[in-house]
């Protein structure tokens, strides 16, 4: 079984954090901010710095001056809420579970680097119907108390994406970036006509993970194909052109939920399962415009 959360990925992502305060966009901690339509940022007043805030919204140049430390608010600001959504159905399972692992990790990522005040991250798994894990508040060690729970998750049936997704989607007016982290094998189309409004004032991407054996099989290779409806199957041999054919489509497929995602005013973020999460993360952030 692989460790998702053992002490060299722990120390891993301490280091992450460490670096995102660095690319975080605005420098300031503004970058996980949102605006309000027509809105400003206006500076409103200081409040005394607190243990555990984010360390960017502090007024170093009036901490120059009183040696101490205080923190800019805004007006026409809104805190983005943050939710990790994990596909937990068995396509995530395959290849030694190297896309179930790494899309724990990004969970984890998300929970030690983005969480601050006025914000929560909500780490949910798709299980017939949209559940939630862990809720985090403090970015940062503390966020260690989510870890147990993300190594153990179960692996049931997965839903499909649309259906979990519509309670998140439809709770509101309020700003959110959504990560669904899947490899969207289950789900021809991950946004339908009605998500459309729903999306909008939120950021969300769709994070979709393959492994190399998906996206390149091997020749020779014996695999089983079942029908869905009557559990016929049929076992076949992977040669030269049956590969090319499967990873046109697969390329076909990959460029379709682009496309879906474009027409909904979200992002689709293309990852590979063996690439380090720390790499996909801040690839994902760059995406939305969270970290430069």
């Not at 007006?75 to 937990?88: P, Y």
Request: aromatic share 6%; hydrophobic share 40%; glycine share 10%.
């Amino acid at each position: 079984m692989v460790h998702v959360f053992d002490e060299k990925t722990v120390a891993r992502l301490k280091t992450l954090r460490v670096r995102l305060s660095a690319l975080m966009s605005g420098g300031n901690g503004e970058g996980m901010r949102s605006r309000r339509a027509g809105g400003r940022f206006e500076f409103r007043d200081h409040r005394p710095y607190a243990a555990g805030d984010d360390v960017r919204a502090v007024d170093w140049n009036l901490y120059g001056r009183l040696d101490e430390l205080f923190i800019k608010r805004f007006e026409g600001e809104t805190r983005l809420d943050i939710h990790v959504v994990i596909d937990t159905s068995a396509s995530m399972g395959v290849d030694g579970g190297k896309k179930d692992c790494l899309a724990r990790r990004l969970a984890a990522a998300a929970a030690f680097c983005l969480p601050g005040e006025g914000r929560t991250l909500d780490v949910q798994v798709m299980s017939g119907e949209l559940r939630s894990v862990a809720t985090v508040t403090r970015a940062g060690p503390a966020a260690a108390r989510c870890l147990p729970v993300l190594e153990g998750l179960p692996r049931p049936v997965g839903a499909l994406v649309p259906d979990a997704l519509r309670p998140l989607l439809g709770r509101g007016p309020r700003s959110r970036f959504i990560l669904v982290i899947s490899d969207f094998f289950d789900d021809p189309s991950p946004l339908p006509a009605w998500a459309g409004q729903c999306v909008a004032g939120n950021l969300l991407v769709l994070l979709g993970l393959t492994s190399h054996e998906e996206r390149d099989p091997p020749l020779g290779a014996r695999v089983r194909l079942q029908d869905a409806e009557t559990g016929e199957s049929l076992d076949i041999s992977i040669d030269e052109e049956m590969r090319e054919r499967y990873q046109e489509l697969l390329a076909d497929q990959r460029s379709e939920l682009e496309l879906q995602a474009a027409r909904h005013g979200a992002a689709f973020v293309d990852a590979s399962a063996e690439e380090s999460f720390e790499e996909v993360f801040v690839r994902t952030l760059r995406r939305v415009g969270l970290a430069r």
